[in-house]
């Protein structure tokens, strides 16, 4: 399909460009429970998919139905922190050594060491990751740039079970 992606429905209601010509009919309605995470994620990863469900439910959205791609996001920012990690204690280059032959003077082949400077493949790895969490954060509206497109609920509404919670 070309063109833009389309937006759901209540991202249009909570942006307050929802139109009668914008809005499916037919569109599934997801559950209004908060995100809830499929498989046991490692400690990192579930610590950044708590941050997200909270910060999802504090702008008035997010439901069931975005748990995978909460988990996705979750997954790749505790990547980005491990390979952080992995490139701060490695460093972002490393140098390989190289035993090459070149023909000497009298025709026999001396041995050299060549050293070729190379990059950490961690730090490719990062920045994939990076790439990758940036594409889902500006999915959920939590990115600089994604920002202005959604409204904040008003202080003014009641806070839901789910809010209240997080926010204490």
């Not at 389309?6 to 569109?27: D, F, M, S, W, Y």
């Not at 952080?84 to 032959?101: F, N, R, S």
Request: proline residues 7%; contains cysteine.
């Amino acid at each position: 399909m070309a063109g833009r992606k389309r937006k759901p429905t209540h991202i249009h209601l909570v942006q307050g460009t929802a139109r009668k010509c914008r809005i499916n009919a037919a569109e599934p309605r997801p559950a209004g429970e908060p995100p809830r995470a499929a498989v046991e994620l490692e400690p990192r990863a579930a610590f950044w998919y708590g941050v997200i469900v909270g910060r999802l439910q504090g702008m008035g959205v997010g439901s069931s139905s975005d748990s995978e791609n909460v988990m996705l996001l979750a997954m790749r920012l505790a990547e980005v922190e491990d390979r952080t990690a992995d490139i701060q204690t490695q460093g972002a280059t490393y140098v390989k050594v190289e035993l090459i032959e070149v023909p000497g003077e009298d025709g026999k082949p001396i041995v050299k060491a060549q050293k070729t400077i190379k990059a950490n493949p961690a730090v490719a790895q990062r920045s994939e990751a990076m790439r990758h969490a940036q594409s889902l954060l500006a999915e959920f509206g939590l990115s600089a740039a994604s920002r202005p497109k959604i409204s904040a609920p008003g202080k003014n509404e009641p806070e839901g079970r789910w809010n209240s919670l997080v926010n204490g």
